[in-house]
């Protein structure tokens, strides 16, 4: 399923956006990188177009979610003082503020298994 070789350290690096939403479109969602347009992803035989928000949108990330949940255990932490959360996928992990970037980089380790 891994197209491109990303290293566990560039995977925490990438920042909540558009480039992660076209990582996270392709690695996990299985969507074929667009033809015609640099970032966009194939919707259909004849249409391209930008990927969700994954990164950014919780609706978004919740459909990352289900699609991960077909494979692995999931499951979320929130830590109240620090305003955190963990987010566990398999048993990949990660933790940040914002809930729908930590369900996009944990969803990414476990399914480049990094």
Same mark, same amino acid.
């Given at each position: ?18 480039? %992660? ?15 015609? $347009?640099d970032g966009w992803i194939k919707l259909g035989p004849k249409f391209?177009?930008?990927? $969700? ?16 949940? $077909? ?28 809930v729908s970037e930590a369900i996009c980089k944990a969803a990414l380790?476990?399914? %480049?298994?990094?």
């Amino acid at each position: 399923m891994t197209q491109t070789a990303l290293t566990r350290e560039q995977v925490l690096a990438l920042k909540p956006g558009n480039n %992660l939403d076209l990582i996270v479109a392709i690695e996990v969602m299985g969507h074929e990188p667009g033809e015609f $347009k640099d970032g966009w992803i194939k919707l259909g035989p004849k249409f391209e177009g930008c990927p $969700k928000r994954y990164s950014t949108d919780m609706s978004a990330a919740w459909e990352v979610i289900k699609t991960v949940q $077909k494979e692995w255990a999931w499951e979320m932490k929130m830590h109240n003082t620090a305003c955190e959360v963990d987010v566990y996928i398999g048993r990949k992990v990660y933790t940040s503020k914002n809930v729908s970037e930590a369900i996009c980089k944990a969803a990414l380790l476990a399914v %480049l298994d990094i």
